[in-house]
């Protein structure tokens, strides 16, 4: 109810908006708390309305508390009835976070001219991109288990071993310890294949002298976590080291420098500095980082276009990465906070290239 609160706040007090019309999975999660609506309508005044088909309908009206639950039934039209009901709330000013072209359509030919229509879901980022402090209790659980499964990356990868059986283990651990699911597909890619940086996880059997890049994320709640580290399986060559040494000092350096009001670009070309100066920055292939929350790629965007500027309470990735084709790839992110001084690390593990044995 918080949440409603604040959006009602920004978008009907300071926008001038009386109505919200929420489509986005995520967007509907983070204002209701339950994963199963299908659109979320909040009016200036009175209760929210979740619509719900069938299928979700106990689940929205045990979980979606403080809402008027409405059941959407099969053949009818959705845009129909919430255009029904923008008309009786009266609504002059409907804010929308997302809606695909058909629906914009549909909903803009019942309203007839009566409601006017506008994108906003600029003003639903304002607010998911600030975590307070019950969603960074949620995200530092979702980061410490995380941060258990690549402890066992580090004990179970070593020649012989298929990518497959690196993340099953992984996922094993992160769930036995009590995550909710993974935040994305689990990343195992070994030798030639480290060098993609979403080079996904195959049946290939690890060996002597590869590089393994382990890309894992645990959820809490909902909430979602980001972490890499880059192994090598066997004893690692000068060329890895090397290379290595260069990504830890741009993840170290990008770290340092993160602090509220600093501009996001800015971060990302103090890490791409480093990398640069080594002679690795063609290399370096996409940017440095990503918000992460209730989905594991959000605003604010850390790469060499971003407009953002980070305040306190973002949460973001710190993820540079040299990709050599042929060599391999080696990359080193973790899931930071954007505190008053400075960022904490909210994913925790240590840096090494070697494995146990
Ligand atoms: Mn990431």
Redesign the pocket.
């Known amino acids: 109810m918080e949440r409603i609160e604040a959006l009602k706040q920004i978008a009907f007090e300071k926008k001038g908006f009386d109505g919200f019309l929420i489509t986005d999975e995520a967007n509907m999660l983070y204002f209701t708390g339950f994963p199963g609506a299908s659109s979320l309508l909040i009016p200036k005044k009175g209760e929210g309305i979740i619509y719900v088909y069938g299928v979700n309908y106990e689940q929205a009206k045990a979980e979606g508390k403080g809402f008027n639950v409405k059941l959407v039934k099969r053949g009818e039209n959705l845009m129909a009835k919430i255009a029904a009901q923008v008309k009786a709330f009266k609504t002059k000013k409907l804010a929308l976070d997302t809606l695909s072209f058909e629906n914009y359509r549909n909903l803009v030919k019942r309203l007839r001219g009566e409601t006017r229509l506008k994108m906003q879901n600029k003003l639903v980022w304002e607010l998911r991109r600030v975590k307070d402090e019950k969603e960074l209790e949620l995200m530092r659980k979702a980061a410490e288990l995380t941060g258990e499964g690549m402890k066992v990356a580090y004990e179970v990868v070593r020649p012989g071993v298929r990518e497959y059986e690196v993340a099953a283990e992984i996922e094993y651990t992160m769930r036995r310890k009590g995550s909710w699911g993974t935040a994305?597909e689990t990343i195992v890619a070994s030798g030639v294949r480290s060098a993609f940086p979403h080079g996904g996880c195959t049946d290939r059997k690890i060996r002597e002298g590869d590089l393994v890049v382990v890309?894992i994320?645990a959820t809490y709640q909902y909430f979602r976590s980001?972490?890499?580290r880059t192994l090598a399986a066997g004893k690692p060559s000068a060329k890895q080291k090397k290379i290595y040494e260069i990504v830890r000092l741009a993840q170290e350096k990008a770290f340092q420098a993160l602090k509220p009001k600093a501009k996001a670009r800015s971060i990302d070309a103090v890490a791409r500095e480093v990398i640069e100066k080594a002679g690795c920055g063609e290399y370096f292939v996409h940017g440095l980082?990503?918000g992460?929350g209730l989905e594991?790629?959000e605003p604010p965007t850390l790469n060499q276009e971003s407009k953002d500027r980070l305040i306190v309470g973002n949460v973001v990735?710190i993820?540079p990465g040299v990709y050599i084709v042929g060599f391999g790839g080696i990359r080193v992110?973790d899931?930071v906070l954007v505190r008053k001084r400075g960022a904490e690390k909210l994913t925790k593990g240590p840096y090494m290239l070697e494995t146990k044995r």
């Open positions: 994305f890309d994320g980001d972490m890499t980082g990503h992460v594991v790629h990735t993820e992110e899931t």
